[in-house]
């Protein structure tokens, strides 16, 4: 049992990427031509600090945060970078959903049918993820990825984080399930220079101050075990993320002591 709620002595610091849905009174609308950044050169926002970003991402729109170093910036940065997104586009607001098939009127540009070119990884197997492949044409979904500042070792830093968070997510993301045939499978990352990035969850995060503890608490709870000599390696913590498997988070939840926020 790994059942420790500790946080000292953990080094980290969280960014985060996290991906929204706009809507034009209730209808979804695709983000292409609205926002002037892009993955190449995401749009600085001028009234906030270095590192507060907006950008499209297919049809979605893209914030990015500065690292933050503490719990509670975490949760600030997250809020400010989401209000700075609204006063950038009036008129619109944000879906919570992160998976939607879009308006066939909103998917006419070349835009909408790039997905990123950039492949992620599985850390339990070393494999490249392939390529998402949508059921319908045109469904997309929003990922909240965590980018981790860290010395250590990704991969198990990873597989950590999805036992502390994948296998809850399961239980507190309702729309993950058609969310992960096209993205958030278990072990989803990217290597950084400064650690790793964590592609395992949605945005369902990112709209709760409470939530946004959670994300931290538990990324802090996975580096803290595994500081301490432990890593992940049961095959059922990967199966339950990779089916969406709700009674058996339920049984990792207790057998691991996890924490459904």
Known sequence: MVSQNREEGVSMRLGADPEVFLLNKQKLTSVVGLVKGDKANPLQIESLP???????????????????????DFVKFIATVLNAGKTH??????????CEVFPEDQMQTAEAHVFGCEPDFNAWNSRVNPSPR??????????GHVHVETKLP???????????????????????????QLYGKPGAHRTKPYGV??????N??????????????????????LRDGF???????????????????????????????
């Open 50 to 72: 270095k590192g507060f970003t907006l950008q499209q991402d297919n049809v979605a729109l893209e914030f990015g945060i500065p690292p933050a170093g503490t719990r509670e």
């Open 89 to 98: 586009l009036p008129g619109l607001s944000y879906s919570t959903s992160s």
């Open 134 to 143: 949508p059921p319908h044409p045109f469904m997309r979904s929003a990922g």
């Open 154 to 180: 990704p991969k198990r830093v990873v597989r950590n984080m999805d036992m502390f968070l994948g296998v809850p997510s399961v239980l507190m993301d309702a729309a993950g399930a058609s969310r992960r």
């Open 197 to 202: 990035e964590y592609r395992t969850l949605s």
């Open 204 to 225: 369902f995060w990112i709209f709760d101050p409470k939530l946004i503890e959670w994300v931290w608490n538990e990324t802090a709870r996975a580096l803290s075990a």
């Open 231 to 261: 890593c992940c390696a049961d095959p059922l913590i990967r199966q339950c993320i990779s089916e969406g498997d709700v009674e058996l988070a339920k049984i990792l939840v207790d057998r691991y002591d996890l924490k459904v926020a």
